[in-house]
């Protein structure tokens, strides 16, 4: 359900900011071409919708360059490594509590 939500706004900020978009007007064969002031400029500040996507912007380049710092300094401890034993000696373990536990259930069940 929060991801249905969170769809919907980003599709409502999309729409809002495709409506929001201005582009000059073509001008018609036979009429001479008036200069196009530039959007910016026309506006003189930024809107609600343009200051809010900026700032969604800003953000996430932000978190993506902590995140790949993050993992910069992360990849000279060999962590992956690490978690490949951590991982393989748990199963190990794992696989022979289930068989013991799995050789107790069968002779419950089947006694002989």
Known sequence: MNKILVITV???LLRL???GLRLPRQAEE???EEPVADVEEADGEQGTLERLTSAAKSYYQTSISTA???LGSID????KEK???VLSDTTVAAMTYAGILQD???HIFYQA
Not at 76 to 79: A, C, E, I, P, Q
């Open 68 to 70: 790949s710092s993050w």
């Open 10 to 12: 980003f599709v409502a």
């Open 76 to 79: 000279g401890l060999k962590l």
């Open 17 to 19: 900011s495709a409506q």
């Open 83 to 85: 978690a490949t034993n």
């Open 30 to 32: 036979g009429t001479p």
């Open 104 to 106: 107790q259930v069968y």
